[in-house]
C-alpha cells in the first residue's frame, strides 16, 4: 500500500541538494521515517547549549532564525527558508548546538532521523560532500549559484577559496598512543584505559595495526555480558583499524570518520596498516579543532571562573585573526567577531570583581568602553581606555559610593591587565577618579566640553563621545547620550573645533605623492597609518554622525554607511570612506601580525608595489572627506 504522506515528503526533498542526489526510492524510503514538526512563531527548536537532537531538519513551510547570544542580547546570523537544512551538527560533533534555532513566522519542518540518513551519506560521494562543505565553511547551501560560498552572517561574502582553505587545514592529533598486544587481558586493558582517562587503545604487533578497542566495544560487548573480561582483546577489538596519513586535514577527518561510522583513526606513516603507528585522532580532536570558532570561545568567557581562563580565550584571539585573513574574510566581519569577544572578556571580568567585592554595588551604575574600544575597533595589542557612570545619590553618601566605584575599577583594571589589556598610559580608566563619576557629573562634564570647546576639550570630547556600554544600567548612558545631542544640536562653535581638529591631519602625501613618514625619534621612516591615515576617517565619521543626531552607531565603518543611507547624494563619498578605512585596517592588522606590535608603523620597504598603490588610494576619499567638511561646516572661513 501506497503512502502518499512519504511520497509527498520524498516529492519535496528530490528538489533540493543533497537529496536531489538520490534515487526516488531511497528518498521513499527516507521519507517514511521523516517526523513533520510544526514550529509557532518565536518559539525555540534547539538553544545554545542544548545536547544534539537524534534529527536534522529541512524547512518545509516558514523561516527559523539561528542566532548566538552575545552580551545578553540576541544576534541573529543566519536565517533558513524553504529547502535549507539546518542542525547538522550531529553528524561531525558531539558536543552541544552553538547556536539557536527560532521560528520568525510560523513554520513546517521535516525532521530526518540522523542514524536513517548515515547509510546514504557514506554509500554517495556527493551527499557527503554537501554535508562536509556545509558544516566545514559555515555555509547554508554551498551549492547555491546565487549563495554559494555565503556565510551564516546574512552581510558577509567568502571569496570562493576560503571553504577550501578550511578543508585543507591539517589536525593535530596524539603523538604517543597507548597501545597493546593482542593477547592482553580484557580487564587490564580497560584498567589503562580508566587510569589513562582515554577512551580507546590501538592494539599492534611490532608496532603496527592490527585493531582496535574503544569505550563503545568494551559497552557492548563486555557489559553486555557477549564476552566475559577475561578474554584477550582480540576477541573483542575492531579490525581492522581504519588508518590515515598525519597531514590529514580536518574535514577529511572528518569524512572518514563518518564514512566508515567510527570515532577513530590510527594515523601511520604512509596511512596503511602495513607502516609504523604514528598516533591516533579521535572525535574530540575534531572537536578541539574547532576551538577558535567564536561561538566556542564565548562559551569558554561565560564559563571562566579566573582571570587565566579569560587570558587563555584573549591569547586565541590572534591566531583567529590571523586564520581569518588567511582566508580572506572581510576585516570588518574579523572586527565585528573580535569586538564582541573583547566586550565578552570584560563582562565576565565585571562579574567576577563583584562576586569578590565585600558587597553587592551600592547603587546602579554602567561600565563603558571607550575610544577604539568603544567603536569596536580594538583588533590587536592595545591598552584599556574605559569609564563608569554611577546613578546619583545623595551628597552625604557621594563619597562612599564613589569609593566603592573606584575599588570595584582598579580591580577589574588589574584583572583585564593581567588578561593582556594593558594600561593606558594616560589613565583614561574608571579606576582614575577623574572617571569614575555620578550621572549629573557626567552631563557638567560633557556640557563644559561641549560649550567651552578648547583644544584639551575636543580633545577630550572625541575620545570620549565613541562610547559602548558594557556591563551595567543601559539608561544611564541613554540619559548622557541625550543630553549631549540635545548639546551640541545648532551648536556652531562646538562644530567649528569639532570640525577643525578633524582636520587636523590632511592627506599623508607629499606634492610629489610620495608619502610623508616618521622624520625622526624610534619609527623614523616608518609610515604611521593611525595617526595620518585611520584618524582622520575616524574623525571625520564622529564629525558627521553626531551633527545629523545619529546615535547608537559607533563604529567608523558603520558610521559612514549609515550616512550613505542618510545622504544618497552623497553615497559614493562615504562608500569610499568606508572601504578605505577596512583596507587601512587591514594593512595596520596585517602589520601587527607580523610584528606582533599593534601595528601603527608600517615599514614602506616591506610592502609591495601593488600594496603602495593601493595605500596611496585609500588617500584619496580622506582628501575628498575633509574638503567636503570644510564646505558643510564653512571652516575655510571659521580657521
Keep these: 500500500m501506497k503512502n502518499s504522506i512519504a511520497e509527498r515528503i520524498a516529492d519535496f526533498l528530490k528538489n533540493f541538494p543533497p537529496f536531489n542526489s538520490l534515487t526516488y526510492l531511497d528518498l521513499v524510503k527516507i521519507a517514511n521515517e521523516v517526523q513533520v514538526v510544526h514550529v509557532d512563531k518565536n518559539n525555540v527548536l534547539f538553544k545554545v547549549g542544548d545536547k544534539t537532537h537524534s534529527f536534522f531538519y529541512i524547512v518545509k513551510e516558514g523561516a527559523i532564525g539561528l542566532s548566538v547570544t552575545s552580551d545578553a542580547e540576541e544576534a541573529l546570523i543566519d536565517k533558513c527558508d524553504e529547502g535549507d537544512i539546518l542542525g547538522l551538527r550531529p553528524f561531525f560533533a558531539k558536543d552541544n548546538y552553538l547556536m539557536t534555532a527560532k521560528a520568525r513566522e510560523e513554520s513546517l519542518l521535516y525532521a530526518i532521523p540522523i542514524e536513517v540518513f548515515k547509510p546514504y551519506v557514506s554509500q554517495n560521494q556527493d551527499v557527503l560532500s554537501f554535508l562536509l562543505e556545509s558544516f566545514a565553511s559555515n555555509t547554508r547551501n554551498p551549492y547555491d549559484k546565487e549563495n554559494k560560498g555565503k556565510l551564516i552572517s546574512e552581510n558577509i561574502i567568502y571569496d570562493e577559496q576560503s571553504s577550501e582553505i578550511q578543508y585543507f587545514q591539517p589536525i593535530s592529533y596524539t603523538k604517543k598512543p597507548i597501545t597493546a598486544n593482542r593477547k592482553d587481558i580484557v580487564k587490564f586493558v580497560a584498567q589503562t584505559m580508566t587510569q589513562s582517562k582515554i577512551g580507546s587503545v590501538i592494539i599492534e604487533e611490532n608496532q603496527l595495526p592490527l585493531g582496535i578497542v574503544t569505550d563503545k566495544d568494551l559497552r557492548s560487548k563486555i557489559a553486555t555480558g ?124 565585571i562579574e567576577l570583581t563583584i562576586e569578590k567585592m565585600d558587597k553587592q554595588p551600592p547603587t546602579q551604575f554602567a561600565w563603558l568602553n571607550i575610544g577604539s574600544q568603544g567603536r569596536k575597533e580594538q583588533l590587536l595589542i592595545t591598552d584599556q581606555d574605559n569609564a563608569l557612570i554611577f546613578e546619583d545619590v545623595e551628597e552625604e553618601h557621594y563619597d562612599e559610593v564613589k569609593k566603592y566605584f573606584l575599588e570595584m575599577a582598579e580591580k577589574v583594571t588589574k584583572t583585564l591587565n593581567k588578561i593582556g589589556y594593558e594600561y593606558c598610559p594616560a589613565e583614561m580608566m574608571a579606576s582614575n577618579t577623574i572617571w569614575c563619576k555620578s550621572l549629573t557629573d557626567w552631563n557638567k562634564q560633557y556640557n563644559t566640553w561641549i560649550n567651552t570647546p578648547g583644544e584639551k576639550g575636543i580633545l577630550m570630547c572625541s575620545i570620549f563621545f565613541d562610547y559602548d556600554c558594557i556591563y551595567g544600567d543601559e539608561k544611564l548612558v541613554d540619559s548622557i547620550t541625550d543630553n549631549i545631542f540635545n548639546q551640541v544640536a545648532n551648536n556652531q562653535l562646538f562644530f567649528a573645533y569639532l570640525g577643525t581638529d578633524a582636520l587636523k591631519n590632511p592627506p599623508p602625501l607629499g606634492f610629489f605623492r610620495q608619502f610623508l613618514v616618521e622624520k625622526d625619534g624610534e619609527h623614523k621612516d616608518t609610515f604611521d597609518i593611525k595617526s595620518r591615515a585611520l584618524m582622520p576617517l575616524v574623525d571625520a565619521a564622529r564629525l558627521l554622525t553626531l551633527s545629523l543626531n545619529v546615535k547608537g552607531i559607533n563604529n567608523t565603518y558603520h558610521r559612514f554607511k549609515k550616512l550613505a543611507e542618510l545622504e544618497p547624494q552623497n553615497a559614493e563619498l562615504f562608500e569610499n570612506c568606508a572601504d578605505a578605512f577596512s583596507l587601512l585596517s587591514k594593512f595596520r592588522t596585517e602589520e601587527g601580525l607580523l610584528n606582533n606590535s599593534n601595528g601603527r608603523y608600517l615599514n614602506l620597504n616591506e610592502l609591495s608595489k601593488s600594496d603602495k598603490v593601493k595605500l596611496k588610494n585609500a588617500f584619496q576619499p580622506i582628501h575628498d572627506i575633509q574638503d567636503a567638511i570644510k564646505n558643510r561646516f564653512q571652516l575655510t572661513y571659521f580657521t
Design 226 to 349: 557477549l564476552f566475559p573480561i577475561d578474554v584477550s582483546v582480540d576477541q573483542i577489538m575492531s579490525a581492522p583499524v581504519i588508518t590515515v596519513t598525519e597531514n590529514i586535514s580536518i574535514a577529511e577527518t572528518q569524512m572518514m570518520m563518518l564514512k566508515h561510522n567510527i570515532g577513530h583513526l590510527c594515523v601511520t606513516i604512509d596511512g596503511t596498516n602495513k607502516s609504523k603507528i604514528m598516533g591516533i585522532i579521535s572525535e574530540h580532536d575534531v572537536v578541539v579543532a574547532q576551538a577558535n570558532n567564536p561561538g566556542v570561545l564565548l562559551k569558554q568567557i561565560k564559563r571562566a571562573t579566573r582571570s587565566k581562563e579569560l587570558k587563555a580565550v584573549r591569547d586565541k584571539l590572534t591566531d583567529l585573526i590571523q586564520n581569518s585573513l588567511d582566508k580572506n574574510i572581510p576585516i570588518q566581519h574579523i572586527s565585528n567577531i573580535v569586538g564582541e569577544i573583547n566586550i565578552a572578556i570584560t563582562k565576565r571580568a
